[in-house]
């Protein structure tokens, strides 16, 4: 066994992952094995015997807390996870919702902290909605844990500068750029004429013949996915929209969304008009399938610290058009893997569009251009491949968490 043993805290770990903090965690804990002593603690109640064997645990909310606002119960199951973590030599939190864990835990036992940063509760206010005062819970089990964490990760440089202008009172010294990684094996673009492929794209109804745009992510603010709808109705009418989306906040964006694509169907000539909607989160392999049968992956969203799905959408073989904000430009090389589309947002924390009209032309301005030149839309998604190879390796995302590790031990 390792001597370092790091307890890795997360609300997600699979099979219960619904974003990709959950993808992180997981595919972290498997490059850091070779390195130290992993133990993972997570959501979702009670685990296999098997990933019990493996270094998994899974916590439940407290019954005593089961009706109540769910920030209360999540600090219900922190409080557990902060009392297991006795014996760890670091604890590793990712999200608000393992954050006060690993605070708790590291004053409890009197081991570093060390919290990844894959969002940022102020800069997300529309969370008020689905959490009510909970909103107002997450933001301070965030704050606390930031300022008192032995070291910071930052999944990109635009994440780290976000960081630092919420929490200024923050060492810049303990904030470390450590961008996402991705699993280029299980990721990658089945052989032309694959027949599993191609009976999952077509069960799912969509054309392969025939150009399209394709985005995956929750239904939530940040995605921008309510733009992308609108957008979509100044695509070319052969060009097939194609939403993996999922997982609401709440019932009122949900409702929305279903509005603007009953409306896009109608404009498109009605019925289902080349707009394909998979609500439920597929199996990596059938995502593949579906992403690798369309043309170019679309990624509109308003706050996005990096963007794994564009890291996978890449090592898939596709061109990316993204927002340019966040640390979506440290992913995609505007021109060469796939377009930027500009954005002016609010410095409110929405980070909505001060003209949202010239957001969604300019989003499907591009999406146009990229979507019809198939030629060149495979060359940004061979760019894309090669970029994803070159620089999200988790090979050396593992050595540069265990250099994060290794500096807030040595004080």
Known sequence: MNALRVDLLSREY???????????????????????????????????????????????????????????GTLGVDLQMADDVAGADVV???????????????????????????????LRPWKAEQLGGGYALSSWAERTAYLGAAGIIAVSAGMRADILRCYPELDPEKVHVVHNGI??????????????????????????ERPAVVFVGRITRQKGLPYLVRAAAELPPEVQVVLCAGAPDTPEIMAEVRELVAGLRARRGGGDAGVVWIEEMLPRDELVAVLAACTVFVCPSVYEPLGIVNLEAMAVGLPVVGTATGGIPEVVDDGVTGRLVPIEQADDGTGTPLDPDRFVADLAAALTDVVSDPARAAEMGAAGRRRAEDHFAWSAIAERTMDVYRRVLAG
């Open 14 to 72: 699979p099979p219960h992952v619904y974003g990709g903090a959950g993808v992180h965690v997981a595919e972290l804990s498997a490059v850091l094995r070779p390195h130290a002593d992993v133990r993972v603690r997570c959501f979702d109640g009670p685990r296999s015997p098997e990933e019990e064997a493996a270094g998994v645990t899974g916590y439940d909310v407290p019954p005593s807390l089961a009706g109540a606002n769910p920030a209360l």
């Open 92 to 122: 590793h939190s990712h999200t608000w919702y393992a954050n006060m864990a690993g605070h708790l835990g590291g004053l409890l036992h009197g081991v570093p902290h060390v919290v990844t940063a894959h969002s940022l509760e102020p």
């Open 183 to 208: 699993d280029l094996s299980g990721w990658r673009r089945p052989p032309a004429g694959d027949p599993q492929a191609e009976r999952v794209v077509r069960e799912r109804g969509i054309d392969p």
